[in-house]
């Protein structure tokens, strides 16, 4: 069955950076466009990013734009958000999904925290 | 910039039809989707496409869409379809997601 495992979460200082992997099975990773969805502590659903099947297309929110970097490695069926210069307002979990006009699967999240 | 407006809360008794609405100029033109979200846990898709129910959900799930509304229908609501339900479309290649509605089933 479909499967997308979300890691690399924790807490980080403002103006840092940490790294999410999404690692997927149970379908054609390199068929599929992926994205990134965050939700804020009690917050509704903000979405982040999402990334062409093969690379060549990528696209962000305004907010992280500069900051975020979505990126994937087809052999190893993984997804990465690379994300510098973190904010507090950054705070959120982070789920990855299958899809991008039309998400139909998604991780569980990781919760990443920044706070001094 | 586009913008899609649900509820923020729907309450109903079991047994009784709720209905969701969302609102927004996008989907004139694209596709709405639905998802629950129930506490603690990760978004499920429960609509695509307006009106299509992915295999697995409940057939008392319906999508409908007129004009700028979509609709999504629970019929004869049960209390474990309380969660917080969210619509979503895609626009100017992004993805823009409704600010969510509780639905309350007691």
């Known amino acids: 069955q479909v499967q997308l495992v979300e890691s690399g979460g924790g807490l980080v200082k403002p103006g840092g950076s940490l790294r999410l992997s999404c690692a997927v099975s149970g379908f054609t990773f390199s068929d599929y466009y992926m994205s990134w969805i965050r939700q804020a502590p009690g917050k509704g659903l903000e979405w982040v990013s999402y990334i062409s099947s093969s690379s060549i297309y990528t696209n962000y929110t305004d907010s992280v734009r500069g900051r975020f970097t979505i990126s994937r490695d087809n052999a190893k069926n993984s997804l990465y958000l690379h994300m510098d210069s973190l904010r507090a307002e950054d705070t959120a979990v982070y789920y990855c999904?299958?899809?991008?006009?039309?998400?139909?699967?998604w991780g569980q999240g990781a919760l990443v925290t920044v706070s001094s | 910039s586009y913008e899609l407006t649900q509820p923020s809360s729907v309450s109903v008794s079991p047994g009784q039809t709720a209905r969701i609405t969302c609102s927004g100029d996008?989907?004139?033109?694209?596709?709405a989707r639905w998802l629950q979200q129930k506490a603690g846990q990760a978004p499920v898709v429960v609509i695509h496409k307006d009106s299509e129910r992915p295999s697995g959900i409940p057939e008392r799930f319906s999508g409908s869409s007129s004009g700028t509304t979509v609709t999504l229908t629970i019929s004869g609501a049960q209390v474990d379809d309380e969660a917080e339900y969210y619509c979503?479309?895609?626009?100017?290649?992004?993805?823009?997601f409704g600010g969510g509605t509780r639905l309350t089933v007691l």
């Open positions: 979503y479309s895609a626009a100017d290649n992004s993805v823009l």
């Open positions: 996008v989907l004139a033109k694209r596709y």
């Open positions: 999904a299958r899809g991008a006009e039309d998400i139909d699967y």
